[in-house]
């Protein structure tokens, strides 16, 4: 099972990605995907780490982020391992591969980097957050940064490809704001939803197509 997947995922980069179809799904509205990225745009770099567990299924990694207070509006919520692009960086790859062993504690040397996610922006923070899809051939010993990750939570491909349709919920943002009616993936009990729900989104999507 773990090779055949492996075998989609290698060729679902040789063909054009589903992108902002994709996205949309997620998207709470339209104005998520239908954008004009701006002249000054901060750049990031998120990778969506992959590694076969006890049973040879792949599971995929997701970060759940420290909260500080009722009111911080990204306190707990789950991503990739990533962040912005820094000027030691000479690709945005390499952007996510510093990130995600700076967050979670998993050498560069240890990923096999097999292809990079259609470029999402993310209008809110004006990042233009560009993943990757990467894997190891072993479960990973996590080193969380203490005042960023709060948890590691990682979840089986076959139960991310079993969503025929978004779940969707209310998210507490702040004591004075809440979204409604919000599309997410169920993970564990966690609740991913928004940019990383739509990268994750497309990743599905492509490797449905090639089944």
């Known amino acids: 099972m773990k090779n055949d997947y492996l075998d989609i995922i290698h060729d679902i980069f040789k063909y054009p990605l589903p992108g902002k179809q994709a996205h949309a799904v997620f998207a709470r509205n339209l104005n998520r995907v239908n954008y004009s990225i701006p002249d000054k745009v901060k750049l990031a770099g998120v990778m969506a780490v992959l590694f076969p567990n006890e049973l040879e299924e792949l599971e995929i990694i997701f970060t759940e982020r420290m909260s500080f207070g009722s009111n911080d509006k990204h306190g707990g919520q789950m991503s990739f391992p990533g962040g912005r692009k820094e000027d030691i960086d000479s690709s945005l790859e ?80 702040s004591d004075q704001w809440i979204l409604k009616d919000v599309p997410f993936f169920d993970v564990k009990g966690k609740i991913v939803w928004g940019a990383t729900s739509m990268m994750l989104n497309e990743f599905l999507v492509a490797i449905k197509q090639r089944l």
């Open 94 to 173: 390499l952007t996510a591969l510093r990130e995600t062993h700076e967050e979670i504690g998993i050498h560069p040397d240890k990923i096999d980097v097999i292809g990079a996610l259609s470029p999402l922006y993310i209008p809110v923070s004006n990042y233009l957050a560009h993943p990757y899809v990467g894997y190891m051939d072993h479960r990973p010993e996590f080193i969380l940064q203490q005042e960023e990750v709060a948890e590691v939570v990682s979840c089986s491909l076959d139960h991310l490809l079993s969503f025929e349709q978004p779940l969707t919920t209310n998210i507490k943002i």
